[in-house]
């Protein structure tokens, strides 16, 4: 974010002043220009974060629609270069050509790099980040895509190149923290894989507890948390949050009938083995 004395933010608003006056000007002459400007500006409006911040990282679809104004512009005024050409007037063609190269051709290599750059989706994020440093979503969205290539391919876990992305997804997992500190997703994230890779069950139990205290309906929060208590030996806590998880309204069935095994357990381990036996039928 930048204030209103930045330059940039001072040239985009005398840019956008001058294409309102120019749409106006030329509105009742049924000019393209005027349409082409206004359509951009009205397709672009939903996503200017003017009266609420528009939700998306890295969201250049959002300009697809809004790019026909721009285009019918340009091609507007190359169809001014081929009358121009025909009059006497050569300068003033050379001019429009000039112009209308300065618009076009940074553009087309603009396309055609960053047509390499959407390869798959870690070769984006990889070239974006040094553009979102400082925004705790984009850390968290790119350390889940490279911790979810470990989980998803268990084969890979301990591996020189997968503990690479797990130390990585854990440095921007932290990096999201230090901006934003009541980012449940982040605490909930770098819990799990506290507890699935390292099997850090002290921290996890720390880290779920400070993302259900951010947000309370990140429901699969307790069935780890619960997870943790087991293998602490926390049996009593453990049932707490099992049975928490286990009458929450949303799930993850993979680990709806492991819930009713662990609070079986738990009680076993109490010596409460009525309860224990009523829990393991439920599995």
């Known amino acids: 974010d ?89 300068q003033k063609a050379i ?38 440093e400082e925004s705790a979503k984009a850390n968290v969205i790119y350390a889940n895509l490279l911790s979810r290539k470990v989980y998803d391919n268990p084969a890979r876990m301990g591996t020189e190149k997968s503990m690479r992305d797990i130390k990585d997804a854990e440095k921007m997992y932290r990096q999201a923290l230090d901006i934003d500190s009541t980012y449940a997703n982040a605490w909930y994230n770098l819990a799990y894989l506290r507890q699935i890779v390292y099997q ?18 990140l429901n699969n929060s307790y069935y780890f948390l619960g ?3 087991v293998m602490k030996g926390k049996y009593s ?9 286990s009458q929450a309204e949303t799930y993850d069935e993979k680990f709806y009938d492991l819930t009713d095994f662990f609070i079986g357990k738990s009680y076993f381990e109490l010596c409460d083995n009525t309860k224990a036996a009523e829990y393991y039928r439920l599995c």
């Open 95 to 132: 001019a429009i050509y000039a112009l209308v190269a300065m618009l076009v051709l940074p553009s087309v290599f603009e396309t055609t790099h960053r047509n390499a750059v959407w390869k798959d989706r870690e070769t984006l994020f990889w070239y974006d980040m040094k553009y979102l």
């Open 2 to 90: 930048v204030g209103l004395e930045n330059p940039i933010v001072i040239l985009s608003i005398v840019v956008y002043i001058a294409l309102i006056v120019i749409a106006i000007w030329l509105f009742n002459r049924r000019n393209i220009i005027s349409y082409g400007i206004l359509f951009y500006l009205i397709g672009i409006f939903p996503f200017s974060n003017l009266f609420f911040p528009f939700t998306g990282i890295i969201g250049e679809r959002m300009l697809f629609g809004p790019s026909i104004g721009f285009a019918l512009a340009i091609g507007y005024i190359i169809i001014l270069i081929f009358k121009a050409t025909n009059e006497t007037n050569r």
């Open 227 to 229: 997870m943790a208590e």
């Open 200 to 217: 850090d069950y002290d921290n996890s139990e720390q880290m779920f507890k400070k993302a259900l205290g951010c947000d309370s309906t």
């Open 237 to 245: 806590e453990a049932i707490e949050n099992l049975e928490k998880y």
